[in-house]
């Protein structure tokens, strides 16, 4: 099939192609990678295993990343072909067409007047954030992610429905959900190393439900920083946004990881008759709310940890996710990034421009739920395309079914 070089045709908005311009680069093309991958029998029966087994289902972590990585190289070819420098706003989309589950990656590049011959870098930022790290004196090189489906399992049922008769931390499932939850990281990081970064920023994290598990993925830019020649080996990592990460460095701080905490609790068989007592008389359930205070608490303690342990001055932009998983089971994950004072550090100039901070309001809505939707960070559907012709199927059967009594009768 032949493939057309839209020329004219770019992804990028107003704000973007603004701060493109300071930065002395120009819009180009929208391009667009993906890939299909069947589940198949054998993958479906290997995930089951791995699922009563607990932790990291493997087979689905390989599947996502391999079905991933194509689309992400064959959106690199088709970029590879319109030259420029480099591409940004890249991301990450899933397709579900029943059996089969499409992959597909979205991106635009960017040219430079005389710097045309291979692109350089690419980035999960778009033009705007990239502007911002630009600014701050990170140098970005690579788009990278890191993923890890993972189950409790059944083992991890049994321990869990035991240690839900009494109230409190259930450690069995901190455990895993703490050890999968820093695989994705660790696994981003690795990524970053392989292109020779220092620094993993900008990073999303996604969970959500994947083929029976849940699935954890990050993605973000490997990037250098000359004040971080030291963390080559082990590259920093942080999930501030792109303005936050500017203001940081503007006041002489740089990330240097990206923390998580992660408390599972029980509220206990006599814990939960005695909530359900109080809920029917009214008032303050002191039962609930003293065990959520102390899991909350303990999510927070832990980051803490880990940012004592990389030498950190502060954790900032904290953020707390809280997760029922059923049963009187409930986790929280305390997320955020550890930051460093760095002397002499600061940004390239003293204040942001608007455009890279504005974010763009959107001007086509359609509420006919019967597109795909392309834009970043979206997850879409084949199976909303086919409930039209569905409802016309079944209307038919429905009237062939009423016209045939009214003949006979």
């Known amino acids: 099939m032949a493939v057309k070089d839209h020329k004219r045709v770019s992804g990028l908005s107003g704000n973007e192609i603004f701060c493109l311009d300071k930065l002395g680069m120009k819009p180009g093309q929208l391009c667009v990678g993906n890939s299909v991958v069947a589940i198949g029998v054998l993958g479906g029966i290997g995930a089951g295993l791995s699922t009563l087994a607990g932790g990291e289902v493997t087979e689905v972590t390989n599947l996502v990343h391999d079905g991933r990585q194509k689309a992400f190289d064959r959106m690199m070819a088709e970029a590879s072909r319109y030259g420029g420098i480099g591409i940004t706003g890249v991301s990450f989309d899933i397709v579900n067409h029943g059996s089969n589950l499409e992959f597909l990656t979205l991106a635009s590049t960017v040219h430079m007047d005389g710097n045309e011959e291979n692109l350089k870098f690419s980035t999960s930022a ?6 911002c790290q630009v600014g701050c004196g990170f140098k970005p090189l690579r788009f990278v992610f890191g993923n890890v489906a993972y189950s409790i399992g059944v083992s991890g049922n049994i321990v869990g429905a035991l240690k839900r008769l009494a109230r409190g931390e259930v450690p069995e499932y901190s455990k895993i959900f703490d050890q999968t939850r820093h695989l994705a990281l660790s696994r981003i990081t690795a990524e970053a190393r392989k292109a020779g970064a220092n620094a993993v920023i900008g990073i999303e994290t996604t969970i959500s439900p994947l083929l029976g598990t849940q699935e954890m993925v990050m993605v973000g830019t490997a990037s250098y920083h000359p004040a971080l020649a030291d963390y080559t080996r082990n590259p920093v990592s942080s999930d501030m946004t792109n303005e936050e ?9 740089l990330p240097i990881r990206l923390v998580m905490g992660v408390s599972v609790y029980s509220l206990g ?5 005695m909530s359900a007592l109080k809920t029917l008389g009214g008032g303050e359930v002191g039962g609930l709310t003293e065990m959520l205070y102390e899991a909350r608490e303990k999510a927070l303690a832990r980051i803490e940890q880990d940012a004592e342990k990389c030498g950190a001055d502060e954790v900032v932009g ?3 996710r809280v997760y029922d998983l059923g049963g009187g089971l409930v986790e929280f994950m305390a997320i955020g990034t550890a930051v460093k004072k760095f002397p002499g550090v600061t940004t ?3 204040n942001l421009p608007p455009q890279a901070i504005i974010r763009d309001r959107e001007t086509f809505v359609d509420s006919t739920n019967m597109v795909l939707n392309l834009e970043r960070g979206s997850a879409a559907s084949a199976g909303k395309l086919q409930q039209g012709p569905i409802a016309i199927v079944i209307t038919l059967i429905f009237f062939g079914f009423y016209l045939l009594r009214f003949i006979f009768h």
């Open 126 to 131: 778009d033009a705007q954030q990239l502007y």
């Open 269 to 273: 068989l006599k814990g939960g008759i």
């Open 348 to 350: 390239r100039n003293q």
């Open 245 to 253: 990460l500017w203001n940081m460095v503007n006041v002489g701080y």
């Open 318 to 320: 904290v953020k707390i």
